[in-house]
């Protein structure tokens, strides 16, 4: 039987180069197909082969009833490996 792996601190993933990545899902209704629904996905994935979000789409159109229409995304890294060091100290004046 297969572990789970713990989930990892946003902060981890950010240093082994995952940015966050949002994405504008627009769709059709089920019921409706001429109307367009719009729903927002965030999440921390690696540019430039988007596994997560890929993944997410995969599983939207095999299992939901939405057919897809639009996909639009941005990336941002918000904390790249060479901005971030450690600090050993602190010094406290008052």
Same mark, same amino acid.
């Given at each position: 039987?297969?572990?789970?792996?713990?989930?990892?601190?946003?902060?981890?993933?950010?240093?082994?180069?995952?940015g966050?990545?949002?994405?504008?899902?627009?769709?059709?209704?089920?019921?409706?197909?001429?109307?367009l629904?719009?729903?927002v996905?965030?999440?921390?994935?690696?540019?430039? &082969?988007?596994?997560?979000?890929?993944?997410?789409? &995969?599983?939207?159109?095999?299992?939901? &009833?939405?057919?897809?229409?639009?996909?639009?995304?941005?990336?941002?890294?918000?904390?790249?490996?060479?901005?971030?060091?450690?600090?050993?100290?602190?010094?406290?004046?008052?």
């Open positions: 039987m297969d572990q789970l792996e713990p989930p990892r601190s946003e902060l981890e993933l950010m240093m082994e180069g995952h966050l990545t949002t994405a504008n899902i627009y769709y059709h209704m089920p019921d409706f197909d001429s109307v629904q719009n729903f996905w965030q999440e921390y994935d690696l540019a430039p &082969d988007f596994p997560k979000l890929l993944g997410f789409l &995969d599983f939207w159109k095999a299992e939901l &009833d939405g057919r897809l229409h639009s996909v639009q995304y941005t990336h941002q890294k918000l904390i790249r490996p060479g901005e971030w060091r450690n600090v050993d100290g602190e010094f406290r004046l008052h």
